[in-house]
């Protein structure tokens, strides 16, 4: 008993528990705030883990094709926002079923990217580290949020933009007013299908920075599996969080504390059945999703499409 203990003390108070966990957790608020933004417009958008992949796999080929990371940035988003344009044209435009069209896409994008990286295998590598000054030096958190490589303070200008973009500007009110209550918002005026189009090309844009991060801030390199499956922990952040930025960002910090638990307990030598260690993070978020889902309120019109007339 008393080992255990000492094994949770000595992860916590581990420094690279807190740089992991602070990788994991933005890679995460990348995907999540774009997802929070199309499930506030109502899409449920099951794509995101395709976005992620699609962003990652074509900012390596930028970066291949250049030897710029911006360049790479900026190929990324476009990968993620061409993922985000086939699932906003077939949900709300053609109005196909979007949990369908969001699998398909998964799927089809594992598989380009796995074909496609074995026929060229771009080379990457990670960007270099930026430590912000006197910020850096705060114990345990000072490295993890002010000690890293420079594309993880993108997410610093993302998260508030985000918030602003929402909650703002009269497109944010018009997004969530769609997402609430489209009849009443078609009836005002606002072209329903349109607005939510562009949430999905939002959640695109932030899934594709997501991918770049991961590849040049995180991981360094590109192979198919480089995603993971995190896209539907962001999909789950979004949902614990009860659809609020700020709720949305908490789920991501916990969900990375089990990803980062994980590589923890690795990385200090202590054995721990490694099945059950892979599965922890997903375990974590099914146990969040049981709790927490059933006590916030989703916006009323979400995963519901909008076809002019019906109710």
Request: glycine share 12%; charged share 15%.
């Amino acid at each position: 008993m008393f080992g255990f203990f000492d094994a949770i003390i000595d992860i916590v108070s581990s420094e690279s528990t807190y740089i992991n966990g602070a990788l994991f957790a933005a890679f995460l608020a990348f995907a999540a705030s774009g997802e929070f933004v199309a499930e506030r417009a109502g899409t449920l958008n099951i794509s995101v883990e395709g976005m992620l992949l699609g962003g990652a796999f074509t900012s390596a080929i930028g970066y291949h094709l250049t030897d710029s990371m911006l360049i790479a940035l900026v190929t990324g988003v476009a990968g993620g926002m061409i993922v985000a344009g086939v699932q906003a044209e077939m949900s709300h435009r053609l109005t196909a079923d979007q949990f369908v069209v969001g699998l398909t896409l998964n799927i089809l994008v594992f598989g380009l990217a796995g074909f496609l990286d074995n026929e060229i295998e771009p080379e990457t590598q990670l960007a270099s580290r930026w430590d912000i000054p006197l910020l850096h030096d705060i114990p345990l958190l000072g490295t993890a949020l002010f000690g890293q490589r420079w594309p993880f303070y993108f997410l610093f200008l993302l998260l508030p933009a985000t918030w602003w973009i929402v909650f703002r500007t009269r497109w944010g009110l018009e997004l969530r007013s769609v997402g609430e209550n489209p009849q009443s918002a078609d009836v005002s005026g606002i072209d329903v299908n349109k607005r939510r189009r562009q949430s999905i090309y939002y959640a695109g844009f932030t899934s594709g920075m997501g991918g770049w991060f991961l590849i040049f801030g995180q991981v360094g390199l590109f192979e198919d599996s480089v995603v993971g499956g995190r896209g539907f922990i962001a999909i789950a952040a979004v949902i614990f969080g009860g659809w609020t930025l700020r709720g949305t960002v908490a789920g991501c910090v916990i969900f990375a504390g089990a990803l980062s638990f994980r590589l923890s307990v690795q990385g200090l030598g202590y054995q721990v059945n490694s099945e059950l260690l892979q599965s922890l993070p997903f375990i974590v978020t099914l146990g969040g999703m049981a709790i927490f889902a059933h006590r916030v309120r989703a916006p009323a019109a979400l995963a519901q499409p909008f076809v002019r007339g019906l109710k």
